[in-house]
């Protein structure tokens, strides 16, 4: 089950759980008016490779998961495995992934095994983490500021899915006349 909280602003180490003293936890409801979507599949007793760019999605053993697909018309889907041993230029790549950012689709992305942390911006651009365990399945929405990091245990395989053909290319902050942005925010924060 996803569980998400605000955070420091100051990270010092970007794997670090980095909660506020106390805790302030952000609620499902939360997340859903930031247009965050979740699921909770879980994905033990299936199978699915190391790496596999693209994967046919025709080949999802979970009944659970192909509904899903189905349902929300992801027709595209590729599995990566983050690690040291797996990733080529794996610290560069963390960099990477935790820069802030939008995409010009919705960012999905299904955990088969370990965990990770995708942190995005409320409202009032508070940063909220979310973490992410085998099973958890999020929808970020097209415009949305994040990003992704790792957390301690330095692996996740997961699986991203994608209506149409995948559009890879983030767009860095600052990115507030890009046209998924003002989609966002004329959606989910005016």
Known sequence: MMESWYMSADVVDQTAENRLSPNQPVTPEQLKDLGIKSWSIPSEGYTYPAKAVPWNPDDIEDPALAALRKEEGYDYADIITCSEECLPDYHNKLKAFFQEHIHSDDEIRYILKGSGYFDVRDKEERWIRVQLSAGDLIVLPEGIYHRFTMDSNNFTHAMRLFKGEPVWTP????????????????????
């Open 171 to 190: 767009i860095n902050r600052p990115a507030d006349d890009h046209e998924s942005r003002k989609k966002y925010v004329d959606t989910f924060v005016s």
